[in-house]
């Protein structure tokens, strides 16, 4: 059964601290998003990547955030320094598109929730 | 730009009641995709439907119809005959845009009382 899955689930920090969210996408999925979900703001989209390569980050704080692709199995979200503000679950999704009948469909992992005192 | 529109931020009902969940959607594009996700308790969201901006045909699955209209830009989610199980957060999600970027709506929690 392959799904998406995402570590820490669970993580509380300190404000300033570097806190690293991974992502591993299913296998053979192209397309892999992030999004950080709170009560006040819904499900905001971070970054995405195609093909490993990012195509949007517009979303993300720029200043403190930062989104990688290592590899094909890997997505990274990184947050340095870490706020009280950041306080939210991140969610990993993952899909294969490529102008077929999958195109937009995304497969989620089941969330890092992230508290920063 | 692209946005999603989910203006019930709540919707209680009681068992068995019918319930109408509205979407309303923004894009500049002629192809783009359209979606509905469920969010239960447990968190994870699970996808629901596809449904491409060429085929305006509603579908049926079951309790859960969805009516998508694109006169008025949108795609309404009906589940018939609720359950308590159907108790969750449910996001609509358009698909558009070059890089075919996701947007979502802020979602609707519905409640199903016994």
């Known amino acids: 059964d392959a799904r998406v899955t995402q570590t820490p689930r669970d993580k509380v920090t300190e404000m300033g601290q570097e806190v690293t969210m991974r992502c591993q996408p299913i296998?053979?999925?192209?397309?892999v998003f992030w999004y950080r979900q709170t009560m006040m703001q819904g499900l905001e989209l971070l970054a995405y990547f195609r093909n490993r390569a990012p195509l949007d980050d517009s979303g993300m704080p720029k200043d403190r955030f930062s989104a990688e692709m290592p590899d094909a199995t890997l997505a990274t979200l990184k947050i340095q320094p870490s706020e009280p503000r950041d306080s939210a679950v991140y969610f990993c999704?993952?899909?294969?598109w490529g102008g077929g009948a999958n195109t937009g469909e995304l497969f989620f992992g089941e969330g890092s929730r992230l508290t920063v005192l | 730009a692209q946005k999603v529109t989910q203006a019930q931020t709540e919707i209680s009902v009681v068992e068995k009641e019918d319930v109408t969940l509205d979407c309303v959607y923004e894009?500049?594009?002629?192809?783009?995709?359209l979606f509905w996700y469920k969010q239960p308790p447990s968190g994870e969201l699970v996808f629901l439907i596809r449904?491409?901006?060429?085929?305006?045909q509603n579908e049926i699955s079951g309790r859960y119809s969805w009516n998508f209209q694109k006169s008025t830009s949108s795609f309404n989610f009906t589940i018939t005959a609720s359950q308590v199980v159907d108790s969750a957060v449910y996001f609509c999600a358009l698909c558009s845009g070059g890089y075919q970027k996701v947007t979502f709506g802020t979602g609707t929690k519905l409640q199903v009382i016994p």
């Open positions: 894009t500049r594009d002629t192809t783009y995709y």
């Open positions: 999704a993952s899909g294969l």
């Open positions: 296998l053979g999925h192209n397309t």
């Open positions: 449904r491409n901006s060429f085929d305006e």
